[in-house]
């Protein structure tokens, strides 16, 4: 049974920090690009940031540039977000997502698992 599990979201000012953690499990980690996606309520799931299979790339849209870093640690099965200067545009649900074909990774329909979500609120 493939699990993901996010965790790390909360409440916290504009400019703070925050660093989201998406443990993996049923799946072979290093097969998967990895992604996260946040939901805000009343819009539409848009992409975050993705990262290769191999860790070797990484991708952010042009609203976290600079500010949000993802990276992988294969030993944990685990995926981060890093979060730094947060705005408060940046309040949403925040998910983590598996992605086998590599491709597409800025398409959430690409994504074959999905985690439950974690809430991040930024307070200005």
């Known amino acids: 049974q493939v699990q993901l599990v996010e965790s790390g979201g909360g409440l916290v000012q504009a400019g703070g920090s925050l660093r989201l953690s998406c443990t993996t499990s049923?799946?072979?980690?290093?097969?998967?690009?990895m992604g996260w996606f946040r939901q805000a309520p009343g819009k539409e799931r848009e992409f975050v940031a993705a990262i290769t299979r191999s860790g070797s790339d990484s991708y952010y849209a042009d609203s976290v540039k600079g500010r949000f870093t993802i990276s992988r640690d294969y030993a944990k099965n685990t995926v981060y977000l890093q979060m730094n200067s947060l705005k408060p545009e940046d309040t949403a649900v925040y998910h983590c997502g598996a992605q086998w074909s590599g491709s597409y990774v800025y398409n959430w329909r690409s994504y074959n698992y999905w985690g439950q979500g974690t809430q991040v609120t930024v307070s200005s």
């Open positions: 049923g799946l072979t980690f290093s097969i998967y690009a």
